[in-house]
T-cell receptor, first 114, second 115 residues
Framework: AQTVTQSQPEMSVQEAETVTLSCTYD???????LFWYKQPPSRQMILVIR??????QNATENRFSVNFQKAAKSFSLKISDSQLGDTAMYFC???????????FGAGTRLTVKP | DGGITQSPKYLFRKEGQNVTLSCEQN?????MYWYRQDPGQGLRLIYY???????QKGDIAEGYSVSREKKESFPLTVTSAQKNPTAFYLC??????????????FGQGTRLTVV
């Protein structure tokens, strides 16, 4: 089975600064999707960004971008110009291209400080 | 409005009782999932279903059961065999498998407490 590892249980950043959250995964497959989800205090899960493994270009969504290193099986999330509303749990997730077995990491609790 | 509805939001259960958590979706998504969320452990997959009348065990299926009699519904029963059922439970859906696979959509969760 595929596994997802987030090695940073908690992180903090000053408002307007940049922070990077780490994620590594393990799979023997070549085609898959990777995601970052945000879970604010309301506990509603929200998609932040997604990356298809066959695309070499790193995905970007406004202030959020990823550094996808397929050979290293690494998928980090960079948040630029951090805002107070970015305070949340962030989960890295993995799913195979032709399978609906979605797997999540343990999460990183991010606190943005004013 | 399209979405995923989990009910109830809070649920209390006495030890030894079975309890069923509801998950309904009107997104016309094929796949549905149940996750358990505990502090420090992220989301762990309990069961998932890709089509009606079919479902697969996840990593922590023991003590749980599911059914998928219709596309819109994927109820989860927490049985008395589940030794530590107190947790936050999330239901999710995805559109399809393969090239059209998209991100998961989540319900708002059910907090189950054993008293």
């Amino acid at each position: 089975a595929q596994t997802v590892t987030q090695s940073q249980p908690e992180m903090s950043v000053q408002e307007a600064e940049t922070v990077t959250l780490s994620c590594t995964y393990d799979t023997s497959e070549n085609n898959y999707y990777l995601f970052w989800y945000k879970q604010p205090p309301s506990r509603q899960m929200i998609l932040v960004i997604r990356q298809e493994a066959y695309k070499q270009q790193n995905a970007t969504e406004n202030r959020f971008s990823v550094n996808f290193q397929k050979a290293a099986k690494s998928f980090s999330l960079k948040i630029s110009d951090s805002q107070l509303g970015d305070t949340a749990m962030y989960f890295c997730a993995f799913t195979l291209y032709n399978n609906n077995d979605m797997r999540f990491g343990a999460g990183t609790r991010l606190t943005v400080k004013p | 409005d399209g979405g995923i509805t989990q009910s109830p939001k809070y649920l209390f259960r006495k030890e030894g009782q079975n309890v069923t958590l509801s998950c309904e979706q009107n997104l016309n998504h094929d796949a549905m999932y149940w996750y358990r969320q505990d502090p420090g452990q992220g989301l762990r997959l309990i069961y998932y279903s890709q089509i009606v009348n079919d479902f697969q065990k996840g990593d922590i299926a023991e003590g749980y059961s599911v059914s998928r009699e219709k596309k819109e519904s994927f109820p989860l029963t927490v049985t008395s065999a589940q030794k530590n059922p107190t947790a936050f439970y999330l239901c999710a859906t995805t559109y399809d498998r393969g090239p059209r696979n998209t991100e998961a959509f989540f319900g708002q969760g059910t907090r189950l407490t054993v008293v």
